[in-house]
C-alpha cells in the first residue's frame, strides 16, 4: 500500500498561490489514471481518493486543513494502515528551489518548514519520501509568506505546466517501488 499526501490550503483564496498551484497537478494525475473512488473521510480530516496499481492499494490524501495542519491527515492514515516510511510521499512545494526545479528525495531536514516538522513529529521520524517542487526563495525571509501566497507569473506558469509529465513520472516511480 502507498500513500500519496499532496499539501496545500484547501480554500478558494489560495488557489492561484504558489503554496496550492501543485494541487492543479494532482486533480490532472488523478484524472489521468482510471477507477479511482473518492470520499470525503472525516475521520481524516481529508478527501480520500483510492485505486489500485498493480495489486497494491494506492491512497491519495488531499487534506482539508491548513497546510500547517497536514499532520492531522498523515498521521492517523499511515497508523491505521500501519504504513511504513517507504510508502509515504508528500509532495510540497520548496522555496529552496528555483521555480522549475523538482526533485525527489528520501529523508531530510524540514528544512524550516513548519508543517514537515509538524509531519516529522506526529509520524516519528523524518524517513518518507518527498516530492519537492520549487517556487523559489523570496529576497528576504520577512517575505517568505507573501511569496508562497502570491502567484505566479505567467512565464512561470507555462514552465511548471511544462513540467508536469516529469511530475507525473517521479509520483509513478515511487508508486511502482517495490523496497
Not at 478558494?12 to 477507477?35: C, G
Not at 475521520?43 to 483510492?50: C, F, G, L, R, V
Request: aromatic share 16%.
Amino acid at each position: 500500500m502507498k500513500l500519496v499526501v499532496w499539501l496545500w490550503n484547501p480554500w478558494v483564496k489560495y488557489d492561484k498561490t504558489r503554496h496550492n498551484i501543485w494541487f492543479t497537478f494532482i486533480n490532472h494525475w488523478v484524472e489521468s489514471k482510471a477507477l479511482w473512488s473518492r470520499k470525503f473521510e472525516s475521520k481524516y480530516k481529508a478527501e480520500i481518493i483510492s485505486t489500485e496499481l498493480n495489486w497494491e492499494k494506492i491512497i491519495v490524501c488531499k487534506p482539508q486543513t491548513y497546510m500547517n495542519l497536514s499532520w492531522e491527515s498523515v498521521a492517523p492514515l499511515a497508523k491505521f494502515y500501519k504504513l511504513t516510511w517507504k510508502d509515504i510521499l508528500i509532495v510540497h512545494d520548496e522555496i529552496d528551489f528555483i521555480t522549475w526545479r523538482i526533485a525527489l528525495k528520501f529523508w531530510g531536514s524540514p528544512a524550516g518548514h513548519n508543517w514537515l516538522k509538524s509531519i516529522i513529529e506526529k509520524l516519528g521520524t523524518r524517513d518518507f519520501w518527498r516530492l519537492r517542487i520549487g517556487v523559489d526563495r523570496p529576497a528576504t525571509s520577512a517575505w517568505v509568506v507573501d511569496r508562497v501566497l502570491s502567484s505566479f507569473k505567467p512565464n512561470e506558469k507555462q514552465i511548471l505546466i511544462e513540467k508536469q509529465d516529469e511530475i507525473f513520472n517521479l509520483i509513478d516511480n515511487f508508486l511502482l517501488k517495490k523496497d
